[in-house]
């Protein structure tokens, strides 16, 4: 994989997914800013989220 960082490849792979998500489901340069914001950071959070939830059941 060429990034290091897992973060940093879930930013870039969310930046992506809502850019495309964003120019075909909505008209208006607005509506596509306001959706497209909202796509990364519903999913970068929701990955934080799910990846904190996961840690709570690693066995030690």
């Known amino acids: 994989m060429i990034l290091?960082?897992?973060l940093l490849s879930m930013a870039v792979?969310?930046?992506?997914?809502?850019l495309v998500l964003a120019l075909v489901r909505r008209d208006g340069v607005k509506?596509?800013?306001?959706?497209?914001?909202?796509l990364f950071a519903v999913m970068t959070v929701g990955a934080l989220a799910f990846g904190w939830f996961m840690?709570?059941?690693i066995k030690k």
Request: a positive charge; charged letters at 15%.
């Open 13 to 18: 792979y969310a930046s992506f997914v809502a």
């Open 55 to 57: 840690f709570l059941f």
């Open 31 to 38: 509506a596509r800013l306001r959706y497209g914001l909202l």
């Open 4 to 6: 290091e960082s897992h």
